[in-house]
């Protein structure tokens, strides 16, 4: 079906106002499908002929004012009508698909239970697949929407819900909506119910949700969620001098889900994962939190003003990634947000900006849906959030607050452009703010920094610094022209644990002297950007990666330790740095490490680099030097602590002790606290079955465990057994047409098979991927498909042919959008990989 294409939505928005919606859903008429009555009121600039968007199974009635039109004349997806100038009135019955990809109203069974649930996730372009519509972010309507639903079943949506009785549902009229932000969710789902109460006496009922199964879970979680969800409204209801706009508050954690969350308003989505089972880390109650505050952030900017097209949408993403950790240090007790987004978000930002698909955060034109998704990236959220850190410096956190408070209030309920945005900025501001959009906003690629340091003796013979210059590195754009981006950042020196010097400043040039340190002593590690408030490669010189290893475990600012592991991931993945040098750092610093952040997202990395970059006759080894350090954390840790299980899921997932895992496995020995997490559990399954060593653990864990993650997790493990058998079974339930399997089965089963396995086994899938993965398109949704194709990629096949076998399928232009941006993605990792091994591979 073809994606909407810029050019078509200008020319529908100039004919097109719509005044309301009216939706009528059935969702007890059969486990595939539901009936969809659709009735459209909207007003029409003149008699010319435009189209709606519907993607049904089956059309049974359309009429326009009251005159039939001709069902089968939809044809991919576009239903043609000519509308009389100024008031129409289209209504449209339909029989639709429930997905199992994520899109549109998918349906799941839960496996513990065997009770059905329905979620509505109807961003990018999947509104259709729900409703017939114009489906386009600029053409808002306020939605009515009703529900008939099994008896037994809870619904909710964007409106306040309404139970008429006999599973007949009513939600509350919206406000304006877009398309995209409208959400169904049904199911015998359970509840916890709280009340946020504003200064000025707004009073929101707030509603948890989720399934029947996590009942326990949810109750002992929901105090905590209501929390932070309190704290968060309440400072961003001061923040932005506006009330929250969408009468009562629910968040539902849905199975199955493709993102984190979607910030549907009134009804914000989850991965159901959020509600967690066995040991909560800190990091998890971080990372959900960080998730609640930035859905929330978005209840204003994004769903009370909404771009007009989809290349403006990098601006919600990096305002709410902006705003959820700024919340989260200001009014929760996660004060430690920054080095999560420092050490987790930005080195996916960074990964995306190395990748040939790099882009700038704005100023890249969308032509239509599809190539607008392939540009929701690490960019759109972790740069354009560090970008604004960037304007704040620069312009004033007054000024800044002022001109969001102006686009939120003259643009409320309706649609905003950039342009819109940075006009508010300057007339609070008073700066050239176009100036600076033009260098961080409209320019893609990272500038290098680093600190060159001269130095001499004093009198006493101690190594001081007679010059230091900070250089920055530029990007070109594709005239040849520098970004010259200004950053405000901070450099510092450390010896031994002690902060030698530090200097904040103005890096406006490409090389700019700070006297200020002539005569300072020459430190053991010198450190770019080390508070980490800009955007930038940060370059170690060779000294002080050398001396990383010992001089980064005893930095006390956690700040600067997130910032020096990214740096690191950055130099591995560059080919600068060997990855075993890496592995040299981990098992010095993660053994001292205490904040958990770090601890998770490190563990994971570099896992992954050795698994990636190391030759396949070295990893074992390095993963149990990992493994190692695991068990050194875990034992020095106080039992039953954060710090103690993320050691312990190290040894977990590295170890090659199979008898450790094996206790594990069946449930012996575990560690204090981690007694009940079937997570963990099934960490060592996953391990011994990359090892070849399962006896009889993963059936005693299938049946132990039978919840939807269980089942997932066991999908995984079973692909992640190396022998030719298992491989081809889990290859045909990935990449089969008619496997019937779900967005999340597929990924759990992407993950496990490329986990394990001889290099002549694998090679043979390589070819596999290239022609069946992509054959999917159709059959799993592209925003779903986009992750297979990731996950799926042949990363474990390192080889020029691999290589030479991607490109010939990337030239030949057959795969959709979604595939081909994974694909390229991927292609970049491997030439990391190979240039790697190419440089340190002996």
């Known amino acids: 079906m073809p994606s909407l294409t810029r050019d078509e939505a200008q020319a529908r928005a100039s004919l097109i106002d719509v005044e309301s919606m009216e939706v009528d859903l059935d969702l007890t008429t059969s486990s595939t499908t539901f009936e969809s009555d659709t009735r459209i009121v909207f007003r029409a600039a003149a008699a010319e002929p435009t189209f709606v968007d519907l993607k049904a199974v089956d059309v049974h009635e359309v009429e326009l004012n009251d005159v039939a039109l001709d069902p089968a004349t939809v044809v991919d997806g576009r239903l043609p009508i000519t509308p009389d100038e100024g008031r129409n009135t289209l209504c449209v019955r339909a029989t639709m698909p429930f997905s199992n990809d994520g899109q549109g109203l998918h349906r799941s069974v839960d496996p513990e239970d065997h009770r059905e649930y329905v979620y509505g996730h109807l961003f990018l372009d999947a509104a259709p697949k729900v409703f017939a519509c114009f489906d386009q972010p600029d053409l808002k309507a306020p939605y009515t929407v009703t529900v008939t639903a099994p008896r037994e079943w809870v619904v909710t949506g964007n409106g306040d819900p309404v139970h008429e009785g006999d599973g007949q549902w009513r939600l509350a009229t919206t406000k304006p909506l877009s398309t995209y932000f409208v959400t169904v969710c049904a199911g015998p789902y359970v509840q916890q119910r709280d009340t946020w109460r504003g200064p000025d006496g707004q009073v929101v009922p707030l509603v948890l949700h989720a399934r029947a199964s996590l009942a326990e879970e949810l109750a002992a979680q929901a105090p905590q969620m209501f929390e932070v969800t309190r704290q968060c409204m309440s400072y961003f209801h001061e923040l932005f001098g506006i009330d929250y706009p969408f009468g009562e508050y629910h968040q539902i954690f849905v199975p199955e889900f493709n993102a984190g969350a979607m910030e549907n308003p009134g009804c914000v989505t989850f991965r159901d994962q959020f509600v967690f089972q066995g040991a909560i880390t800190r990091q998890g109650l971080l990372s959900r939190t960080n998730t609640i505050a930035h859905e929330m952030a978005h209840m204003w900017f994004g769903d009370l003003v909404t771009p007009v097209w989809w290349d403006d949408l990098w601006l919600n993403e990096s305002f709410a990634e902006y705003m959820a950790h700024r919340a989260c240090v200001a009014a929760t007790e996660f004060t430690e947000a920054w080095v999560d987004f420092g050490v987790g978000r930005k080195p996916w930002g960074y990964a995306a900006e190395r990748s040939p698909s790099t882009h700038p955060v704005a100023g890249a034109p969308a032509h239509d849906g599809d190539t607008a998704l392939q540009n929701f990236d690490g960019i759109s959220y972790a740069k354009g959030a560090s970008a604004l850190r960037q304007l704040i410096e620069w312009m004033g956190d007054e000024h800044f607050i002022s001109g969001v408070r102006d686009h939120l209030t003259t643009h409320a309920y309706g649609n905003a452009t950039l342009a819109d945005f940075l006009g508010s900025m300057e007339s609070a501001s008073g700066r050239d703010v176009q100036g600076w959009a033009a260098a961080w906003l409209e320019t893609a690629g990272l500038d290098r920094i680093s600190v060159e340091l001269t130095t001499r003796q004093d009198a006493d013979g101690v190594p001081v610094i007679e010059t230091a210059t900070v250089v920055r590195d530029q990007p070109q754009d594709a005239a040849g022209a520098p970004a010259n981006r200004p950053h405000a950042l901070t450099i510092a020196g450390w010896t031994d644990g002690d902060r030698a010097w530090e200097v904040e400043l103005e890096l406006d040039a490409d090389r700019v002297e700070v006297p200020e340190l002539a005569g300072r002593p020459v430190p053991r590690l010198v450190v770019p950007n080390a508070a980490d408030t800009t955007w930038a490669t940060a370059v170690l010189d060779a000294e002080s990666l050398a001396a990383l290893p ?221 022609t069946e993965v992509p054959a999917l398109s159709g059959v799993v949704g592209e925003d779903a498909l986009a992750r297979v194709a990731q996950l799926a990629f042949p990363l474990p096949v390192p080889t020029q042919a691999t290589a030479d076998a991607v490109d010939a399928v990337l030239a030949g232009g057959t795969v959709s959008p979604a595939v081909r941006r994974s694909m390229v993605d991927q292609r970049a990792v491997l030439t990391e990989v190979l240039r790697s091994q190419e440089r340190h591979g002996a």
């Not at 330790?561 to 600068?576: H, N, P, Q, S, T």
């Not at 958990?596 to 680099?609: C, D, K, Y």
Request: hydrophobic share 45%.
């Open 550 to 770: 010992a001089q980064l475990p005893q930095v006390d600012e956690p700040v600067t330790r997130a910032m020096l592991w990214a740096a690191l991931f950055d130099a591995v993945a560059e080919g600068e740095t060997d990855p075993r040098e890496l592995v040299a750092t981990f098992t010095r610093a993660f053994p001292a490490e205490s904040d958990a952040s770090i601890l998770a997202t490190a563990g994971a990395s570099t896992a992954r680099f050795v698994r990636t970059m190391v030759p396949a006759a070295e990893r074992e080894g390095l993963l149990e030097a990992l493994a190692a350090a695991g068990r050194e954390r875990t034992a020095t840790a106080e039992p039953g602590t954060t710090t103690a299980w993320l050691g312990a899921r190290v040894v977990a997932s590295c170890s090659s002790d199979a008898e450790e895992l094996r206790r594990w496995a069946r449930g012996q020995d575990l560690p204090e606290g981690l007694e009940a997490d079937d997570d963990f559990r099934w960490q060592a399954v996953k391990r011994l079955a990359q090892l070849g060593a399962l006896d009889g653990e993963l059936e005693l864990m299938a049946q132990h465990d039978t919840s939807l993650s269980g089942q997932l997790s066991a999908l995984m493990a079973r692909a992640a057994q190396p022998d030719a058998e298992s491989k081809a079974w889990a290859w045909a339930e990935l990449a089969g047409r008619e496997s019937g399997r779900s967005n999340y089965e597929r990924n759990n089963l992407a993950q496990g098979f490329w986990s394990s396995g001889e290099p002549e086994v694998l090679a043979g899938y390589v070819e596999r991927y290239l």
